[in-house]
């Protein structure tokens, strides 16, 4: 219980760093390597990303099985467990480094017609650079996933601030003495090595983790496979929703628009880390819940009270970027990237519903019931990818964001709502009248921040925004604490005000 809390409270440090760094790092370095530059970066990255879907979804199967296997196995029936898994994911290293060879041998045809000679040699490099990356970190990732089974979240959590925090102060030297995105690669590269052998440290010294060979009856091995092949299709989902609008754009339209979107794809990831930072670290408990048969209703209770709290971050953020995004993005990217908004407020409205309901995918994999929703995704991921070419060609960004948005509501706001319901039997309607109930408060702050908005009528700058964000939330906290909140939900905001001051 203690190393949740802490894992849970030290993924939102992670996250507030995340957001302090950015604020601070993100404009210097976007102005140190200009908008083609940045855009070229993250077009590789996002390319590249793609070979982490050759994870096949065994990171989560680690999770599963090892936390199964604490509450109802045997120390060397893990042992056994581990050397499977590092056998597979060493495979995966190999198969990710020739996968990731034939990109680069090919790069040429997928950007010849839209970067310049100078940028498809930096690309070159950078490519090299981060499929070496990515392959390395497929054995070495076993680790951090056995730490998550054990419940070690504050060793993973306190690993992942440092690096947020880091990154900068190393990355930055480098930029104001000449060098541009290749140095940031390598900068990352080495970050991610450090931590990934960190965790293999901590696993041998402090876990006595063991590899073993073993035998393991053919009926597992397709329990495994199974389970594993449905959070691959989930990564794939990930992957085509968060990376391959950057992809099409970088063949349709080249790095400024890339640039663009992927500034609007930092505020998504910002969004979707805040509502993960809770049910993270939920998982291995309900999965014991689900060894040990808990009643449905019990379940249900642990959606409703986890998605309430999600509810109160993530509707905070989507309302408050409604009310000042574009004056933030202005002031904090440029008037260049202000396209970005539109793209965010589409792309947040859409996520509003699986944000909220994640417990809901954990219990799903937790009873390794996740064949129908992955297979769901899938197909709308596809059709989502298949109609982002024309839209973005038509509309650029946007277009990519309205296609993901509307695949995200269908699937999971229409199509899981009714498996949920139907199939395992959550009390879904007692869920979202929960939403529901705080959502009027949400609607008032909309009401009430427009209304001050334009009766203030104040000028772009930062002393400006940062008066007016901070009456907004004032009212808003004012606002959910007497009029939305149930009453252990204000008891916990009281022990979090009492802690705060002690």
Known sequence: MNQRRWGASLSYVNIIATIVVGLVYTPIMLRLLGQSEYGLYSLMGSLVGYLSVLDMGLGNTIVRYTAKNRADGTAEIE????????????????V?????????????????????????????????????????????????????????FIFLRVTNILRVLLNPLLVLPFLYWGYGSVMMVVISTI?????????????????DVRFCRGNFEKSFLYEVAGYSFFIF??????????????????????????????????FMMMYMNFS????????PKVTMMVAKHVEVSELTELMIRIGRLQYLLVGYIFVMFILVGSEFIQLWAGPAYLTAYPIVILLMAALLIPLVQNVGISILQAMNLNRYRMTTYTICAGVALMISFPLAYQFGGIGCAIATAGSLFISTGIIMNRYYANVIHLGVREFWKNIFSMSKGMAVLLILGFSLKYTMNLSLSWKNFIFYTGISTVFYAGIMYFWCMNESEKALCQQVIRKIRR
Not at 276 to 283: D, E, G, H, K, N
């Open 276 to 283: 993960t930072a809770i049910s993270a670290v939920i998982l």
């Open 191 to 207: 970050l991610n090595l450090a931590c990934l052998l960190a965790n293999c440290f901590y696993c041998f010294r402090y876990l």
């Open 96 to 152: 990710a480094l020739g996968v990731g060879l034939v990109l680069y041998a090919n790069i040429e045809n997928l950007f010849g017609a839209t970067l310049s000679m100078g940028e498809m040699h930096r690309a070159r490099i950078m490519m090299l650079l981060l499929i070496f990356n990515v392959a390395i970190s497929f054995p070495l990732s076993i680790f951090s996933s056995i730490m998550q089974a054990y419940e070690r």
């Open 233 to 266: 299709l989930n990564a794939i989902m990930d992957k085509v929703y968060w990376g391959t609008g950057q992809f099409v754009l970088g063949i349709v339209s080249g790095t400024i628009q890339v640039a663009i979107y992927a500034i609007a794809m930092q």
């Open 79 to 94: 042992g056994k467990l581990n050397g499977l898994f590092l056998f597979i994911y060493s495979i995966i290293g190999i």
